[in-house]
């Protein structure tokens, strides 16, 4: 039942800004962490940044001081805010989050939303 879906990318010039929204719906206990990862061709899915259910933040190092994650917990979704964008960020950009579920007991799994594409390019 439960559901991240991804939204805000497209394309955009060198040190342009862009905004990625994810929102989680479905029948929900409680979002713990959440995730941006990334995946360029040919190059394996990355972490990007990370914040959890207390807002403490982690950032890949060569998005450090471009990039802002930030949550939303009454709206169940997570930002990315995406400065200075380079060439190199040029990826599918995916939501993750662990999220706890009620089905007789309380299940906490990782749940991955579809990507939304980020194109750098002039």
């Known amino acids: 039942q439960v559901q991240l879906m991804e939204s805000g990318g497209g394309l955009v010039e060198p040190g342009g800004s862009v905004r990625l929204s994810c929102v989680a719906s479905?029948?929900?206990?409680?979002?713990?962490?959440m995730r941006w990862y990334r995946q360029a061709p040919e190059k394996n899915r990355e972490l990007v940044a990370g914040?959890?259910?207390?807002?403490?933040?982690h950032y890949e190092e060569s998005v450090k001081g471009r990039f802002t994650i930030s949550r939303d917990n009454a709206k169940n979704t997570v930002y990315l805010q995406m400065n200075n964008l380079k060439p190199e960020d040029t990826a599918v950009y995916f939501c993750?989050?662990?999220?706890?579920?009620?089905?007789?007991?309380?299940?906490?799994?990782?749940?991955w939303g579809q990507g939304t594409q980020v194109t750098v390019s002039s």
């Open positions: 914040i959890t259910l207390t807002r403490t933040t």
């Open positions: 479905g029948i929900i206990f409680r979002i713990n962490a």
């Open positions: 993750n989050a662990d999220i706890t579920v009620f089905r007789g007991g309380y299940y906490t799994d990782a749940y």
